[in-house]
């Protein structure tokens, strides 16, 4: 059992979203390529945004998602900041 659940996770994530937009995250497959690029940032160097001592980085970023200590962005959004890099 997952804790947070997908349901959850997907909330939590799509909590900011105004009434009437389309929310980021729709489907749990959303859910997991975002935890595992996330993941992947952590593995890289990046500090990570909640307790990580002694913890792998996938369940470090699926915590950091559920607290939306990081969002995600849509991806046009994602693309035009990678061309801003």
């Known amino acids: 059992m997952l804790h947070p659940s997908y349901t959850d996770l997907i909330e939590a ?4 979203v105004e009434p009437g937009e389309q929310p980021v995250v729709q489907s749990r497959y959303s859910i997991v390529i975002a935890s595992a690029k996330r993941a992947r940032q952590l593995i890289a160097g990046e500090e990570a945004t909640v307790p990580s001592a002694g913890r ?3 369940s470090v970023a699926v915590e950091e998602l559920y607290k939306t200590n990081v969002k995600i962005l849509p991806e046009e ?6 061309e801003e890099q």
Do not use: A
């Open 56 to 58: 792998k980085p996938l």
């Open 77 to 82: 959004e994602e693309e035009t900041k990678e």
């Open 13 to 16: 994530v799509n909590s900011d």
